[in-house]
């Protein structure tokens, strides 16, 4: 397979960081991302005895705070340089301006001198939104320091395109989140995407779509399953691992 299958952990599962990389190796994923507050040099020594590499640290919030979103930025950047973090994921409560520009780009860059880059999630939940304005992030970051984040949730429900996702630029996409979704019951997209996404295949989304565009166009990245649901969180973490590992596979082989 080409395309490298990793594991985004639920903050909600009740397991250690030492189980959670074996359930995440025993079911067949390379890559492991980790909340920043469970980094430790033992969990850096868990994931090197696993083979299992980090693909992305959870998470830099860019928010309104110039002063705290850096600080959070400089400690993101000391656990990525520990636990030797590829992305680090960056979610978004303000918009593109002339400053918020100047914020990312410092972020990125501080991230930079740790070995990570800044991952750019967009979402219909905040401000930024789609893949075209995702991508105007990326460049105020600095190309060659951020990636797209594309979470086929944000993509589906938000207001991103099939010609988006047919043009993005592959060499500008950190990742891929991957993950389904029955129809929602209700306008309330925080419980929606918190709570009620289920296993590729078992809801509503063209995901053979979704990765076929990619796939034809050469992508060879890493995808990584993150399926938040409040009836699967009660699944051992091992059996749930399984079962996300054996959705997603074959939408990518």
């Given at each position: 397979m080409a395309v490298e299958l990793a594991l985004t952990p639920d903050s909600r599962w009740d397991i250690d960081t030492d189980g959670l990389v074996r359930a995440a190796r025993d079911a067949g994923f390379s890559a492991l991302g980790i909340p920043a507050g469970r980094v430790n040099t033992e969990a850096a020594a868990s994931f090197?005895?696993?083979?299992?590499?980090?693909?992305?640290l959870?998470?830099?919030?860019?928010?309104?705070?110039?002063?705290?979103?850096?600080?959070s930025a400089q400690r993101l950047a000391e656990a990525a340089a520990v636990i030797g973090a590829r992305w680090v994921n960056a979610v978004f409560r303000v918009g593109l301006t002339d400053e918020t520009a100047k914020v990312i780009e410092r972020c990125a860059a501080i991230l930079a001198e740790?070995?990570?880059?800044?991952?750019?999630?967009?979402?219909?939940?905040?401000?930024?939104t789609s893949i075209r304005t995702g991508l105007e992030v990326v460049a105020a970051a600095g190309t060659d320091r951020a990636g797209l984040l594309i979470d086929t949730w944000h993509f589906f429900l938000g207001d991103s395109t099939w010609e988006d996702l047919a043009h993005v630029p592959l060499e500008q996409i950190a990742y891929i989140q991957f993950d389904d979704a029955p129809v929602p019951e209700s306008d309330n997209l925080m419980r929606e995407t918190m709570h009620r996404r289920v296993m590729p295949g078992d809801g509503v989304f063209e995901l053979d779509r979704f990765?076929?565009?990619?796939?034809?166009?050469?992508?060879?990245g890493v995808v990584s399953v993150e399926v938040l649901n409040r009836e699967?969180?009660?699944?051992?973490?091992?059996?749930f691992a399984r079962r996300a590992y054996a959705s997603s596979a074959r939408y990518w082989s």
């Open positions: 090197a005895s696993a083979g299992l590499h980090c693909h992305e959870l998470a830099l919030v860019i928010a309104e705070d110039e002063t705290a979103t850096v600080f740790a070995g990570a880059g800044m991952a750019v999630e967009f979402s219909p939940l905040g401000p930024v990765a076929s565009t990619l796939l034809d166009r050469g992508f060879d699967l969180r009660a699944l051992p973490v091992p059996e």
